[in-house]
Structure formats: C-alpha cells, structure tokens
C-alpha cells in the first residue's frame, strides 16, 4: 500500500501485522480440525489458542538465516508456544497458509470498500436528487456543448462506477488468477469505455491484487526454440498430474500448436500409455493435419516403441528435449503454468467425469474466451483464423499473379 494514498483502516488491513495475524488465524483453524478429527487433544488446543502469538521483528531475524518467510512465521509461533507448538502447521504447506491469509486479508478490505462505497451511493443519491433541476454546461474534452442537469452528472457517475466496480468484481471472482491488465481487456471487450487507469485504480481498491508467485531461476543459458510460421507446423505436448478429492491419482495430457497457441486437446485419465497418446495424436490429425514436429520431454510414453513407429509412418519428427531442460519445451511448461494455476488449483474434483468435465469446460474458454498477450490480447481461435484467412488469400495472389 502507498501510504498517502490510502486511508488508515486499510492500511491497518495491509500491514505486517495483519498479514501475520491472518496466517496465525489459518494455523489455530487447521489446528482445531485436526482435534476435531482426533489428532490434537482438547489440552494441546487450548495450550495452541492461549500462548499463541509472534513478534514481527523475531519472525524478520528468523527469516534471515532461513531465507522462508512461512517457516521463520512457523517457527516463531512454535517457540512461543513450547512443546504444544509441534503441532502447529501439521499437514500444511507454505501455499495454504498464504494464499489464506491472503483471502482473509482481501474479504477484509472489500467488507470495508463495501461500507464506504454505502454511505458514497446515499450521498450521490442525495445529490443527483438535490440538484435534479439545477441547469449547467456539459462539457466534453474542453468544448461547450448542451445544457444538461448537475444531478443528471451525479447520477451517470455513480452509475458508470457502480457497474464498473460491480463487473470487475465479477470477472475477478470468475478468473482469481488474472491480472489486472487481462481484466481489463475482458471489460472492454464487454463493451465497457472504461480507461485502464480507472481499472488499474479500482483493482487495488477492491484489493483483487494478485499475490505474485516466486519462480525459480533458471542458471542455463536458454536455446532459441523453433518458431513456427503457420497454424499447424508445431506442436508440444507435456502431462501434467492431479489428485481427486480423495486422494487417487489422475493425469492429463496436452497438446498445443505452436503458432497459435490453441490447445489443440487435454486428456484426462488415471493412466496414459504410449498406445493411448498414439491414439489420441492420431484423432488430431484427422481433424488438423499432420504437423512436421511434435516437442516433448522424455517421458517413457514419448520414447515408446510404438511412439516411434507411429512418427516415422507419419513423417513426422520427434523432437525430444534435453533431459532436465524442461525451458526447450517453454510453450508447453507456460501453458501447463496456466492450465494448473487456472483450473487444477481452482477445481475440486469429485470423479473423474467431474475433471473430465471441468477440464473441458476450461479448454473452450482458453481457446474462445481468453485473451492471449502474445497474441495481441485475441483468443487462439481469433489469431487461428485471422491467420488462415491471410494464408488463404495470399496463395489466392500467387496463383492469379
């Protein structure tokens, strides 16, 4: 938060401190699910509930030997508590803590951005009707131009705001993990004249700021990747695995094309062997055609017998990347970032019809709906065909040249 920008109770809400107290909150529930279930007797509990607290300064000298803020928060927490504190952040990772935290921090500050935007509708309400009657200039860019009601401009701000804010608010809670840059595009392309600095401003407002997630670096110098020229010349594919909710394994394959980024397919299943992927490029073919390379890693269901047999029928090239140099298949492991920051961690899975079903549904809007920023903020499909109706009218020119 920059602080002359923004008003004590929020803050309050952003500080340190809360941030802290917010993660402790998360830690004493965990704590009190795992007595529910029998795990922490109802003696360590209230041992946990009473001595627990930390000190922002010990959990900073923490942090500088240990390089983690989570495991200097933890361990801050458990030295206050004593022997109980062992059984603080007891089957939690570093993510459930934070990104709670995080949504605790959030309802937060809406709940209060709620209470002001209130008591900001009644007075505007109040205004619009005061001055319903009071004639004045409407000006547009500097210019005269026709009479108009003061109240009449209470009102279209207020409205245009509201439906500005009630929107974004929406889009954010639909697509938790997209930017403010990538909301901003959904809202214009809804037909929203809002400028990107409105956009920008509320965003923070409402406290719908992405907790950024830290990568690690990559020490190797990065190949230069082929680049395809057309829809359809490369293609990369990669599995990605998953759980159900109760616990068994699923994995889903992906395809994308290269160019244009469309995910071209995504199979889910408990096992795929080489004999399925076969089957499940060759039903691709039929509908797209046959691409000159495909990228991947090597996996034993690339480097299969059959894998091979089945490229070399088709013409098509098997480029396998280095092993432990995953940044050669960059396109597939950024799409793969997205598919799991986007619909794996969003989704509960129940069965797997229900992943099935939730996985399709994520497909068709990352390929109809979602804006792509290498793509000029279009979808796949809008570059896909934008780009085959080039092709097609270019060789249109050079048969009639």
Not at 272 to 281: A, K, M, N, P, Y
């Amino acid at each position: 938060m920059i602080e002359r920008y923004s008003l004590p109770k929020m803050n309050s809400i952003w500080s340190q401190e809360n941030k802290f107290q917010q993660m402790l909150n998360v830690e004493l529930a965990i704590c009190k699910a795992w007595n529910n279930d029998g795990k922490i007797s109802d003696k360590d509990l209230n041992a946990i509930i009473t001595k627990s607290k930390f000190q922002v300064d010990r959990i900073k000298e923490i942090e500088n030997v240990t390089h983690h803020d989570v495991i200097a928060f933890v361990s801050n927490v458990a030295e206050n508590i004593g022997v109980e504190g062992r059984f603080v952040h007891m089957g939690a990772t570093s993510s459930d803590i934070l990104d709670s935290g995080l949504a605790l921090q959030m309802k937060e500050a809406v709940d209060l951005l709620i209470k002001d935007l209130e008591t900001f509708s009644s007075i505007c309400k109040l205004k619009a009707i005061k001055y319903k009657s009071l004639l004045t200039i409407g000006r547009t860019h500097g210019i005269h131009a026709e009479p108009t009601s003061f109240g009449l401009k209470f009102a279209l701000w207020y409205s245009l705001t509201q439906q500005n804010i009630k929107r974004l608010k929406e889009l954010a809670d639909q697509r938790r993990r997209f930017g403010c840059k990538r909301l901003h595009v959904l809202l214009r392309r809804e037909g929203y004249e809002v400028n990107h600095k409105r956009t920008e401003r509320l965003y923070r407002e409402e406290g719908l700021c992405l907790r950024k997630r830290k990568r690690k670096r990559i020490s190797h110098i990065r190949l230069e990747l082929p680049r395809a020229t057309r829809p359809n010349q490369y293609w990369a594919m990669d599995f990605v695995t998953d759980t159900l909710f109760y616990g068994r394994r699923i994995r889903a394959l992906a395809v994308i094309d290269l160019y244009t980024r469309e995910s071209l397919a995504i199979e889910v299943d408990h096992s795929l062997s080489g004999q399925r992927v076969v089957r499940i490029l060759e039903r691709l073919i039929e509908q797209k055609g046959v691409p000159e390379a495909i990228t991947s890693d090597n996996g034993p269901e690339f480097t299969s017998i059959v894998m091979d047999k089945w490229a070399h029928e088709n013409g098509i090239k098997l480029d396998f990347i280095r092993p432990g140099k995953p940044i050669e298949n960059a396109y597939a492991e950024s799409f793969m970032g997205r598919f799991r920051d986007e619909c794996l961690n969003e989704n509960v899975f129940v069965s797997l019809d229900d992943a099935r079903k939730k996985v399709l549904d994520w497909r068709e809007d990352y390929n109809f709906r979602r804006p792509h920023s290498s793509l000029n903020n279009m979808t796949p499909m809008e570059f896909y065909m934008l780009k085959t109706t080039e092709i097609a009218n270019l060789e249109v020119l050079n048969k009639t040249g």
